[in-house]
């Protein structure tokens, strides 16, 4: 089998991704749907979990204040009691506890991922249904609880399966823990930036476990892929300080519609006989 992408094809999915990995409309979706719109072949999850560490990296830099006191306040709570009620000590352990359901559940149904969840149909239906429920969430949600004060376990276990969920494409990673966020009254921008940090571990960790497949067999090539992560990179940290920004002061209704439109038009496209379902 050839391999699946050149550098053009590095060029426009890098662009993809960088624009697409915080906004609530799913990345690895776009990355999916613009390679079949295109007519070119579907890059793989490999190569999807590969350009995410770009757009990640956008993250630890933005966030490079925070992320340090975490970690450094998390550390030193091990062996300091009086850090232990510490916010930032257990925000620490809130990341560890969101992640776990997404690490449990990505190994389980590694070989799913990887094929029957890049089905278009399923993409297009899971663009849709994930719109309405972020429409619903914003639509009743009290927008009113901080992180600081009101983020608890079992809060950050709701968060965690809502993140697990953007497993199948057309889902969304922040949509799916924004929507999450809101329907347990937090502020958009905090139940944003708890996504944004939630991510950071289980991205990383598939993005590092993918690397050792790029290259081999039907894998895109390490030119194209690194590319393509540099270019996600430099695009997604200004997404990132324009979304946060934006959701301030508007509400999501603008990404809802463009979720349903896509998905309807995915839908259509597929059962219309013009693009193939499948990879």
């Known amino acids: 089998m050839p391999k ?10 890098g662009l993809v991704q960088g ?22 072949n579907d890059p793989g999850a490999a190569f999807t979990a590969v350009i995410q560490l770009g757009t990640e990296a956008a993250v630890v830099i933005y966030f490079r204040k925070e992320i340090w006191e975490i970690i450094s306040t998390w550390v030193r709570a091990l062996w300091t009691p009086e850090l232990r009620t510490h916010a930032s000590a257990r925000m620490g352990w809130y990341v560890i506890v969101g992640t776990l359901p997404i690490v449990v559940l990505g190994l389980a149904f590694k070989d799913t991922i990887e094929t029957v969840f890049r089905d278009l149909r399923l993409i297009g239906t899971t663009l849709i249904v994930f719109g309405v429920v972020l429409w619903l969430a914003d639509r009743t949600a009290r927008n009113k609880l901080t992180l600081a004060k009101h983020l608890s376990f079992p809060h950050a276990l709701v968060y965690g399966f809502a993140q697990s969920l953007a497993l199948i494409p057309g889902v969304s990673r922040s949509g799916g823990t924004i929507s999450a966020g809101l329907l347990l009254d937090y502020r958009r921008e905090e139940a944003a930036k708890y996504s944004f940090l939630l991510a950071i571990p289980s991205v ?14 039907a894998a895109p090539d390490w030119g194209p892929t690194i590319l393509a992560t540099v270019i996600s990179f430099a695009v997604g940290y200004a997404a990132v300080a324009w979304f946060l920004k934006y959701i301030s002061t508007h509400r999501f209704t603008g990404f809802v519609i463009y979720r349903i439109a896509l998905g309807l038009l995915l839908i259509a496209l597929v059962t219309f006989d013009v693009l193939t379902p499948t990879a």
């Open 204 to 217: 990383l960790g598939a993005g590092v476990l993918e690397l050792f497949k790029i290259g081999d067999g």
């Open 4 to 13: 699946l992408i050149g550098w053009f094809e590095a060029v426009v999915l």
């Open 19 to 40: 624009l697409t990995e915080f906004l609530p409309i799913s990345s690895s979706a776009h990355i999916r749907v613009v390679s079949a719109l295109a007519g070119w």
